[in-house]
RNA sequence: GUCCCUAUAGACUAAGGGUUAGGUCACCACCCUUUCAAGGUGGCUGUAGGGGUUCGAAUCCCCUUAGGGACGCCA
């Protein structure tokens, strides 16, 4: 059965990079009908929280991607000690006594002198004995792992095809730190081998890693697994992504008015393609569509523009109860508390005009009074007194008008050419009036919107700027 | 610095030896129109550069350049 995994630290909110990588494991369990199992790797202790681990839990759901099994490396610690005994039996690892501070020396030393830093091996020429006395006297001490000292290590990638690495570059990484808890390259191998992930799916910064982790599948005699590197995600100024850039929490993005139907679609546009001439598949469809080898291999920028349309696009494709629904606390947060008839309303004016859930309050004069006006449109059409005058007997008359959409436009119509005017002389100075915005939906369904008496009024506090 | 990866328009991508290099977003124009969207029609931009291999190269090889990643008692 094909297994794959996600495996994020929590160690701080999921972004949307690791969402992505979430959801190419997701897309590729589903498509061959496997597992998609969530295990948190939370061994470093210092920085993993509670509360991330909720957020990464949150975010998920929301994108609505479901796992089948859940792990904490938090709780498995036992049997990584197990291996841990293990391959020390079989010498494939030593105990190193350097200390942080040497090593960092020598890493700044090695800098200086401008080459690459490798542990130079000072503690695997240790002997048994030495090491062991080390030990008793009561030095802390890590544990590394031997790496082959020769010959090469090929990764076969699903999506980059073959990468070789010369042994001599890989070094003798460390399982257990001195207080006994094993690091994220030991604990993966074991974890990926004892839930038999088949396909390990990952972001390219891993590559580098891959090596050293073969080498650990062979020292304990796991069968290895599928890689496939897929690319990462840059920034819209083509660097790492940045905060800035796009790279914020998954939960930012639903707090700034984006819908998980958008994000998972756009998401999954990045590196991958699911057909010549068409980018709209919801979840399902990508499900079908997804392959390893459509992935492709260059870093992929992220696009603001894109979303929004697509946000836009699945905005439209649901029905007005349901962007009711989606919109309704956006206008909480900002302190309007909508009557659900009014709301459905002037949802089925916005439907069409929203790019985000955010965007509902640009028509906030729907729910409040309208204190300002748009400055270039005050300035066009509140000015002059001629105007002003228009306005006033165009609301006299209106007042005898049954204010439907139809209707409006109709007696609207035929009070411009009454009186010699273009439509769009009446239509601009009412909506300002009406909206304080010079944009805004179709004006006569605004109006009906509004209501007669709410329209009068406000019509009547721009002829009183006179 | 060392190792690794990558390179099709402003962005995401298709074509994997033979196509007028296709699609989507953005952009521009026009249509629709009371504004903005949406929709419709049309259009603009591209194989990083240089060498090879080949009858033929975006596609295969090499070099250059540019970008990215890794080099932690982080994951």
């Known amino acids: 059965m094909i297994t794959v995994r996600f495996a994020p630290s929590p160690t701080g909110n999921l972004h949307i990079g690791g969402a992505r990588t979430a959801l190419f494991n997701y897309l590729f369990a589903k498509h061959t009908g496997g597992k998609f199992i969530l ?31 859940l792990y904490r490396q938090s709780e498995r610690m036992h049997i990584y000690k197990d291996y841990a005994s293990k391959l020390a039996k079989s010498e494939n690892t030593y105990k190193c006594f350097c200390t942080r501070e040497e090593l960092d020396k020598k890493r700044q030393l090695f800098e200086k002198m401008k080459r690459s830093y490798k542990y130079d091996g000072t503690c695997r020429k240790l002997s048994r004995a030495k090491g062991d006395k080390l030990k008793e006297s009561g030095k802390p001490f890590v544990v590394r792992f031997k790496m082959p000292e020769e010959g090469e290590t090929i990764i076969n990638d699903l999506v980059r095809g073959k990468i070789t690495f010369d042994n001599k570059e890989l070094d003798d990484i460390i399982l257990e730190r001195t207080d006994g808890v094993p690091t994220y390259n030991f604990c993966v191998v074991i974890d990926d081998a004892l839930m038999k992930i088949t396909h390990i799916i990952r972001g390219e910064d891993h590559i580098s890693n891959t090596p050293r982790q073969i080498q650990l599948y062979k020292a304990l005699g796991f069968e290895l697994p599928e890689f496939a590197h897929i690319p990462l995600i840059l920034g819209s100024d083509k660097t790492r992504l940045s905060k800035r850039a796009g790279a914020a929490a998954v939960t930012e993005y639903e707090d700034d008015g984006y819908i998980p139907e958008a994000v998972i679609n756009f998401l999954a546009l990045l590196g991958c393609s699911y057909s010549p001439t068409e980018e709209i598949f919801p979840l399902g469809e990508l499900i079908k569509r997804f392959n390893l080898p459509h ?162 009024k406000r019509l009547e506090a721009v002829i009183s700027l006179k």
């Not at 949150?58 to 796992?67: D, N, P, R, T």
């Not at 349309?309 to 909508?338: C, D, S």
């Open 295 to 456: 992935v492709n291999k260059s870093a992929a920028i992220f696009d603001f523009t894109k979303l929004d349309y697509l946000n836009g696009y699945y905005i439209r494709q649901k029905t007005e109860a349901e962007i009711a629904a989606l919109v309704r606390p956006f206008l909480i947060k900002a302190g309007i508390t909508p009557g659900e008839e009014l709301l459905l309303k002037v949802v089925k004016l916005e439907k069409g005009r929203l790019k985000k859930l955010t965007d509902i309050l640009d028509s906030k004069y729907f729910f409040k009074e309208v204190k300002e006006y748009d400055t270039a449109g005050f300035e066009k059409y509140f000015k002059d007194p001629v105007k002003i005058a228009l306005l006033e007997i165009y609301r006299k008359e209106a007042e005898g008008v049954s204010f439907e959409a139809t209707n409006l436009e109709v007696f609207t119509k035929s009070f411009a050419e009454k009186n010699g005017k273009k439509l769009g002389e009446l239509v601009h100075p009412v909506r300002l009036a009406l909206t304080g915005k010079l944009i805004s939906p179709g004006l006569f369904e605004v109006m009906e919107t509004l209501g007669k008496e709410l329209c009068l």
């Open 39 to 69: 295990r948190i790797e939370d061994t470093d202790k210092e920085r993993s929280k509670k509360e991330y681990e909720e957020n990464i839990f949150a975010s998920l759901k929301w994108l609505g991607m479901h796992h089948d099994e």
